[in-house]
């Protein structure tokens, strides 16, 4: 579902829900962009800015930790701060920002109380400012540094995005609500002190509230995920009522937390209100929060290790994988760093923020390919641009300003050899940064995203290199290792039918080629034979397997399929495609098994295709050793055709057949019956090319396998060729048939005329009439299992001409669609009528290619003329 859609539809039917939401976006967006802003500045001006001295208890604004400058000062732990800069310190605003706007080589002017043994004195404290560092990390010094930059802009919005989208399409689902949270503690844990506290306007004490709100409603969102994922504890399911007096406490001190801390930033003394309170839940609060995330890792270790489903436990496993290397890290360093007081800092809290993006990612996984939260259907479509295209694009362009921004640095107040280093590393820094980016691009789709690829997509990749594949074993090789590479398949074997039985031709995965075979009546050949595919399960007592034989079933588990597929053309099983479990484990989804039943049919096409192909191919390697197979078709087909006409007194006569392909289903003969008889045929096969052609010959071997004398019944002949061509084509295939025997003694023709052109036949001049057209007979052949037809007769003069024809005469079209028409053909006759049969033959073709003038005709050209001597 697109975004603007789905907004819409649960603006409709969930108001309050999704005004909440859009209300939660613009806050948090508000939030991230400022603090990208503010490392962006910190990317491109850190050498300028100068770090924070000491740091400072939030009620009393005692001195918790300070560094060397402030110690070297003056400044002693413990020491209570009056004053920055000649102004009270009424919020910790006061503070920060005047450290946000100082640069390097300023002073801080502090006034503090300090308790001795004397009592409390008060004096002023002039603090040198250093340079800025992030995590312990100096711009210029390291690269690492506009890396660290990089990856705290890229997480909070890698988190922000799958949070806010989930919850956008699943607003009505306290799981998707719960997801939300969860990833917007994650964000704002690592956005700086010098965005929540340094911007002195009247927006950021509601950001900083809602960010510190967020980050202690973090534990809470991890819990309550452990407890309800994939499903609900059993206790909780039980109880559910119980985790809240665990969570709901929590809750209320994540809420007052995020007021007070608020707060601190201008009204320092209206939060000494709140003080006794805070002070009293200060420490039950800091072991709760320590019990509540520790809930969260023994939940999920709990539910991984009494998994039953194996698809579950994979989730969870890759939970827990992530959760202990991604965010145990990160936990353990806040928790210490922020027991100790002092800041974020050094290598180890920058590899522990890089490692933070893990577990985003996992969870986007775990989400998408769980059915439980549904959502599967609506997220994958976004979410491989969301997470793979465009956090990948992000992080791209992050990494390609630091690498301009180090080249540039390192660049300065240097030779101008050395300039000219420094841009070139840069450039090809750059260059890897894009193809790593595209590799990294490619795992990701194939490894977390491949549900996200549509199936047409792939289905035409592989139709493509099918189409131009004649040859079996690179086609069976194409298909099996395509599917293995998109599903991750492990093994995969192709079983062709030959001699009644089906065999292993083409496998990967196995060892040696499984020796295995399948009857053509086995169950499993019928069962694909009417479905298109079979589950294969074998400890499911309502399996089809448990019907099977001991032979059979011990073939099915040599190969161990989980997915088995018919290679079929028109119910005609030609090969099995078997498919084992994927590396994953997972289940064949509904969208796996549609895009392979599209493979199968398109392979089983491709194989009826390559077996014709492979006839074609050997019957040219046997006669001519051609390559080309459409070739060796038109010599055979030429072949089919009289080589030489059977000479018969008081008769002379001529043919022509001109594909409009290089094959066509036109056909003429001219078969001898005895020493005065003639048999004479025309007809016309549905279709074109190949299929077509096949038929013909089929029709010309049925022809004459036929006991034909003068005195056949014709109708009789008809109808038995009727019920051969029938049985042996498809529905759809029929033939025009005229079928005629000549006596030359007696010059009597008998015909048939099975729904054919009617010859036309042109009398000599002194007979009488002038022109017939011999029609009788019946319908087609082989379009129907029966029929009837009637036999009809002319007794053929002297100088009588007879022309039989297929529509690719009459019927050839024009540049503007024009038929040349029986009209044309028959004054074409009467203009050379006295011509002998043959250029009578070639005056109707010159006409008729005159007539067309190059344009594509798209039905063969058959032609006989025949004179009464």
């Known amino acids: 579902m697109a975004p603007m859609p789905a907004l819409r539809t649960t603006l409709r039917t969930h108001p309050l829900a999704t005004l909440s939401l859009i209300a939660l976006f613009a806050i948090a967006a508000a939030q991230w962009l400022r603090d990208a802003s503010d490392r962006v500045d910190e990317m491109l001006h850190g050498d300028q800015y100068v770090r924070t001295p000491f740091y400072l208890y939030g009620f009393n604004f005692e001195v918790a930790s300070l560094d060397s400058s402030a110690e070297a000062a003056g400044l002693r732990k413990g020491d209570l701060v009056l004053a920055v800069n000649g102004r009270a310190l009424d919020g910790l605003t006061a503070y920060i920002g005047p450290v946000r706007r100082a640069r390097v080589g300023d002073r801080l002017r502090v006034r503090i109380r300090r308790f001795t043994s004397l009592g409390p004195t008060e004096q002023d404290v002039s603090i040198p400012l250093q340079q800025f560092t992030y995590v312990g990390l100096t711009r210029g010094a390291s690269p690492a540094y506009w890396l660290v930059i990089a990856l705290r802009i890229a997480t909070p919005f890698l988190c922000m995005a799958l949070g806010f989208w989930v919850a956008a399409v699943r607003v009505y689902d306290r799981a998707g609500w719960n997801l939300l949270f969860m990833m917007l503690s994650v964000a704002n844990l690592v956005q700086d002190d010098r965005t929540i506290w340094g911007h002195e306007d009247a927006l950021q004490p509601f950001l900083t509230a809602f960010s510190l709100g967020l ?53 320092h003394a209206v939060t000494l209100a709140f003080r006794p309170a805070l002070d009293l839940i200060a420490t039950p609060g800091a072991i709760l929060e320590l019990i509540v995330i520790a809930v969260f890792f023994v939940c999920l270790f709990y539910k991984t290790a009494t998994a039953v489903n194996p698809d579950a436990r994979r989730r969870l496993l890759l939970l827990d994988t992530a959760a202990v290397l991604g965010l145990l890290p990160f936990l353990i360093l806040v928790i210490v760093f922020s027991a100790r007081g002092i800041g974020f800092q050094g290598w180890y809290a920058a590899v522990s923020i890089g490692m933070l993006s893990i577990f985003p990612l996992t969870m986007a996984y775990v989400i998408v390919v769980d059915r439980a939260m549904d959502v599967r259907v609506v997220v994958r479509q976004g979410m491989q641009y969301l997470l793979a295209t465009g956090s990948i694009r992000v992080l791209q362009v992050v990494i390609s300003i630091a690498i301009i921004i180090a080249a540039a640095s390192m660049s300065a107040n240097t030779s101008v050899p050395l300039r000219v280093a420094f841009i070139s590393l840069g450039f090809v820094l750059l260059g ?24 047409d997509a792939i289905l035409a990749e592989l139709a493509v290199k099918v189409r131009t594949m004649a040859e079996t074993e690179p086609l069976l090789e194409t298909v099996a290792t395509r599917i293995a590479a998109a599903l991750h398949v492990a093994r995969v074997a192709i079983l062709l039918e030959g001699g009644g039985a089906f065999r292993p031709a083409y496998a990967l995965g196995y060892p040696a080629l499984p020796a295995t075979s399948f009857s053509d009546q086995s169950l499993t050949v019928r069962r694909l034979s009417k479905t298109p595919h079979a589950l294969v399960d074998f400890d499911n007592a309502d399996s089809w397997v448990q019907l099977a034989n001991h032979e059979e079933r011990a073939a099915l588990e040599e190969l161990r399929p989980e997915l088995l597929l018919p290679l079929s053309v028109s119910e005609n099983v030609l090969g099995i495609m078997s498919l084992g479990p994927k590396r994953s484990e997972e289940p064949f989804s509904k969208t796996d098994i549609r895009l392979l039943d599209s493979v199968a049919a398109q392979t089983g096409l491709a194989l009826e295709n390559g077996r014709l192909t492979e006839a074609i191919k050997s019957e040219a390697t046997a006669r001519e050793k051609r390559n080309r197979e459409l070739e060796l078709a038109r010599e055979v087909q030429e072949r089919l055709f009289p080589q030489e006409f059977p000479r018969l007194p008081g008769l002379d006569y001529a043919a022509k057949c001109r594909p409009a392909l290089v094959v066509g289903g036109d056909y003429y003969d001219f078969i001898p019956v005895s020493d005065a008889g003639l048999v004479i045929a025309i007809g016309d096969v549905s279709g074109k090319g190949i299929s077509a052609a096949l038929l013909m010959a089929t029709l010309r071997a049925f022809l004459r396998g036929q006991a034909i004398d003068r005195h056949t019944d014709l109708t009789a002949l008809i109808a038995n060729l009727n019920r051969l061509v029938y049985e042996s084509s498809a529905g759809d295939r029929y033939a025009t048939f005229f079928l005629a025997i000549l006596d030359s003694s007696s010059r009597i023709l008998s015909y048939v005329n099975a729904g054919h052109n009617s010859p036309i036949l042109l009398r000599a001049a002194d007979t009488g009439a002038d022109l017939l057209r011999l029609d009788e007979g019946g319908t087609v052949v082989g379009l129907m299992p029966d029929g009837s037809w009637l036999q009809g007769q002319v007794r053929l003069e002297s100088g009588d001409l007879l022309v039989a024809f297929t529509d690719g005469i009459s019927e050839a079209m024009s540049a503007s669609d024009e038929e040349w028409g029986v009209d044309r053909l028959i004054a074409t006759l009467r203009s050379t009528c006295s011509a002998p049969p043959q250029v009578i033959l070639e005056r109707i073709t010159a006409c008729t290619d005159a007539f067309v003038a190059g344009a594509p005709q798209h039905d063969d050209m058959t032609l006989i003329v025949l004179r009464a001597l």
């Open 215 to 267: 980050i202690h409603l973090g534990p809470i969102a991890l819990a309550y995920f452990a407890i309800t994922f994939p499903k609900p504890l059993a206790f909780d399911r039980r109880h559910p009522w119980v985790k809240w007096i665990l969570l709901g406490p929590m809750l209320a001190r994540a809420v007052l937390l995020g007021f007070v801390l608020g707060l601190q930033l201008h009204h």
């Open 432 to 455: 890897g940064v894009r193809r790593f980016a595209q590799r990294l691009h490619g795992w990701i789709d194939r490894r977390f995203f491949r549900e996200a690829y549509e199936a």
